[in-house]
């Protein structure tokens, strides 16, 4: 290999298969009850034990990596051997962990002038962070330069459709994002709120529907409006959404997508914000929607 890829586990894929396949990640965190646990899921019931806390009414509290762990990390990578490292990182309009991955990296290179160190603003999250993944493995296979896979990805990362559709605004309320009112009368009326990260790496809300039903046939719309045509896989995520993302997927095949449909977790580190039942899709496409601030 030409060089070492590396990521945080905002991709949301379980940590045994980053093993498997050579990645070293930097896990992220978050704290419950004053509890501070890292993201090492790997199985489908720790995702499931988590969301069942965020159905309790649990809100948990998520935190950035800073710059001196994303240094060691790096140190310790080049001390067994790596001269070059491709790193992709959670999105920067969505965390402060982007900007923490640069200065440690720029820290690790200024010690260690044999060090050579990408690191990729995804503007992404969960399986959207997973195609860019998958995307890297895919050119490094391919015996791709370092600088070219990496200038690659920058320019892919905004052909990176990522749309989320959340399902519990009582969620968003307890963490603040929505006022009860707004929250109780949305719930009444089971208005479901489209979220996007738009090309900013920001969560953007693009649209509010009535019920899961309208919500699933516009997100089928929005696939085949935003897919450029030439979409070889579509990515679905799930926060404990295992049927939302199965009828989702008959909704795109019905409609006569022939690529690979890929199923994920949404992970503590969004599902923490968006809570239990949303689930999202992520694909290359059109370039992303701008933000509207």
């Not at 969505?94 to 690191?119: D, F, H, Q, W």
């Not at 307890?174 to 479901?192: D, Q, Y």
Request: charged share 20%; aromatic share 10%; proline share 3%.
């Amino acid at each position: 290999m030409s060089f070492l890829l590396t990521t945080d586990t905002s991709c949301d894929v379980p940590r045994t298969e980053l093993q498997s396949l050579g990645i070293p990640y930097i896990p992220l965190s978050y704290t419950i009850d004053g509890v501070t646990h890292f993201d090492e899921f790997s199985s489908n019931q720790e995702f499931k034990q988590f969301y069942a806390l965020l159905r309790e009414g649990a809100m948990p509290v998520t935190s950035q990596i800073n710059s001196y762990l994303h240094e060691e990390f790096f140190v310790d990578l080049f001390k067994k051997g790596n001269t070059q490292i491709l790193h992709l990182s959670l999105s920067g309009g969505l965390s402060n962990t982007y900007n923490s991955a640069v200065v440690g990296a720029e820290c690790a290179m200024e010690k260690y002038p044999g060090l050579s160190i990408r690191i990729i603003d995804t503007l992404s999250a969960t399986q959207a962070h997973r195609a860019l993944l998958d995307k890297a493995m895919q050119l490094r296979k391919e015996n791709i330069d370092f600088s070219l896979v990496a200038d690659t990805l920058d320019a892919l990362k905004n052909n990176l459709q990522v749309w989320i559709f959340v399902d519990d605004l009582m969620h968003l309320k307890r963490g603040g994002r929505v006022s009860g009112p707004a929250a109780h009368v949305g719930t009444l009326l089971k208005i479901k709120p489209v979220l996007i990260i738009d090309n900013l790496g920001k969560l953007t809300v693009a649209n509010k529907l009535n019920g899961t039903k309208k919500a699933m046939a516009y997100g089928v719309e929005t696939f085949f409006k935003y897919n450029a045509g030439h979409c070889e896989t579509l990515y679905l995520a799930g926060a404990d959404a295992e049927e939302k993302m199965d009828e989702f997927a008959q909704m795109v095949r019905a409609r006569g997508f022939k690529g690979k449909i890929k199923k994920g977790w949404i992970g503590p580190t969004i599902g923490a914000h968006t809570g239990a039942g949303t689930f999202g899709m992520a694909f290359f496409g059109e370039s992303r929607l701008p933000n509207k601030g």
